[in-house]
């Protein structure tokens, strides 16, 4: 069986492809390269992520091509990335580049190349599984909870995980450290990459001023609706942000300890331009049991049972919540899912990620 590998200059793919090969597989690497606005090397570490996997794909005796799809990646991942931030919602582009690039325009490409399977380095887990709807593709947690990514695969499909092999989903990250030393890959010791991938390591705010216009509008306390600050835009600011508001020397309320709580975004008026923040972790405002989610999409192709018990992530480092569905609107394409205990800060724009024990069925994006 023909296997492409999504080869991204890491230690993660290069063990992806590593162990593939030792099982039998005929493998080619492909690398993508999906943003060339700035590639400068200052931020972009597009040429020696290239430099690295042309040397781990010598090293292990497969071919490896090269593939632009900066224009899809701009359509498809960076415009919509834009508009949410320009909306006043805080997205999640690695969700978006899964489900449309790396799944779609890879899996695309890797089919025209006459391969039967694509893989990434990817910490996830696909089954293949009979139950009372017939026979279905799972997406499973990674046996390692720390590196575990189902959480940026839910929006995949039966189709899209059908073609799909995750080499590492039953490995521990220290595992594939161990695996590439001792193969001699150049890149056993390599950083992991961090952030959104055209951002790279450069101030947000200064990247995001480049395509979006600024708009500076009042900071006020939500308690009690006086103004506090002065903010340059509300696309800067997310859900529970505490750094960088420039209100932090101002005094308000005071803990039991005698000392001045700490400012967080609570809330934004977009019609209004206004920045409404609260004092204290524990404000009631940055604490709810109840989301709408939208832009749903289930793995399974079928939404799950509502006033059933599972568990969802409301962002990607939160642990798993008990949880229920509480509707879902076919028509509207919404579901309303409600938490056994208060979640802090939830921010619209991110994903909410359903699932039941290991299996991952899918979710949507937060709308308040």
């Avoid at 492809?17 to 200052?42: C, H, I, P, T």
């Avoid at 490409?109 to 009979?130: D, K, P, S």
């Avoid at 092999?165 to 890149?187: C, N, T």
Wanted: hydrophobic share 40%; net charge neutral; glycine share 10%.
């Amino acid at each position: 069986m023909k296997v492409v590998v999504g080869m991204s200059g890491g230690v993660d793919s290069a063990v992806a492809a590593l162990l593939l090969k030792r099982q039998g597989y005929v493998v080619s690497g492909l690398f993508m390269k999906n943003w060339e606005d700035d590639d400068d090397g200052e931020y972009c570490s597009t040429r020696q992520d290239l430099i690295d996997a042309a040397a781990v794909c010598d090293l292990i005796g497969i071919d490896l091509d090269v593939v632009n799809f900066s224009r899809e990646y701009k359509e498809r991942v960076f415009a919509g990335f834009l508009a949410e931030y320009e909306a006043g919602r805080t997205p999640n582009p690695d969700v978006l580049c899964n489900s449309e690039i790396k799944f779609r325009c890879f899996l695309d490409h890797a089919m025209n190349m006459g391969a039967q399977r694509i893989a990434t380095g990817h910490y996830a887990q696909v089954r293949e599984w009979t139950g009372d709807a017939g026979r279905e593709f799972q997406l499973l947690k990674a046996e390692d909870g720390a590196k575990d990514q189902s959480y940026f695969l839910y929006r995949l499909t039966q189709a899209q995980l059908a073609r799909s092999l995750f080499p590492l989903g039953a490995l521990y990250k220290r595992e594939v450290r161990r695996i590439a030393a001792e193969a001699g890959l150049p890149v056993a010791n390599k950083k992991d990459s961090t952030g959104i991938c055209f951002i790279g390591e450069r101030p947000f705010r200064e990247f995001l001023m480049r395509y979006l216009p600024v708009r500076p509008g009042e900071i006020r306390a939500l308690d009690d609706n006086r103004v506090v600050g002065e903010h340059r835009g509300l696309m800067y600011h997310t859900i529970g942000q505490r750094k960088g508001l420039g209100i932090g020397g101002l005094r308000g309320k005071q803990d039991e300890a005698g000392e001045h709580d700490a400012w967080y975004v609570a809330a934004k008026d977009m019609a209004a331009n206004v920045l409404y923040v609260v004092q204290g972790h524990a404000h009631p405002a940055l604490r709810k049991t109840r989301l709408g989610a939208i832009n749903l999409n289930w793995i399974a192709g079928h939404a799950p049972r509502i006033h059933w018990v599972y568990s969802a992530k409301p962002r990607y480092r939160a642990a798993d919540m008990p949880c229920e569905i509480d509707a879902l609107d076919g028509e509207t394409g919404r579901a309303e899912i409600v938490f056994g205990e208060p979640q802090w800060a939830l921010t619209p724009g991110q994903s909410v990620v359903v699932y039941e024990s290991r299996v991952c069925l899918g979710g949507g994006i937060i709308a308040g």
